[in-house]
């Protein structure tokens, strides 16, 4: 459920972090997306994830594979609702095919935002493969 003042959380948050290069474990697309999250609802569905320690790729998918998932897509399908992508809401999730491989962005209403070693990046909307409501 969202909150009463979740667009304003969900802007400032995205504002906060426009200029954070990305970070394995800490502003990686997961982590920046399960943020967003809190932004909106106050909680998350991922609470043992978003806990994990990692400091690479093969960290972050050692953490989903502890927690019984083959990778980052199948757990977010296995816990959120997905929806044509041109049905996408602000907030909701969108997959991205980005050249190191899937990464998950944020819409917001009308670019994905998504991490990147300079910073987000804002993405149309075509541009993306999957989305799942938030």
């Not at 290069?21 to 609802?41: L, M, N, R, Y």
Request: contains cysteine; hydrophobic residues 45%; positive net charge.
């Amino acid at each position: 459920m969202r909150l009463p003042d979740w667009e304003k959380r969900l802007i400032n948050y995205i504002e906060e972090v426009r200029h954070i290069p990305f970070q394995w474990g800490f502003h990686d697309c997961f982590t920046f997306a399960v943020k967003c999250e809190v932004a909106i609802s106050g909680v998350t569905r991922f609470p043992e994830l978003f806990k994990a320690k990692y400091h690479n790729s093969f960290g972050a998918k050692k953490a989903f594979l502890k927690n019984g998932y083959r990778g980052m897509i199948e757990c977010i399908n296995r816990r959120c609702v997905q929806v044509d992508i041109n049905m996408l809401q602000r907030g909701d999730w969108a997959a991205l095919d980005m050249p190191e491989g899937i990464a998950i962005g944020v819409y917001t209403g009308d670019k994905i935002a998504a991490t990147s070693a300079n910073g987000l990046l804002f993405f149309n909307l075509k541009d993306a493969k999957a989305g799942w409501s938030i």
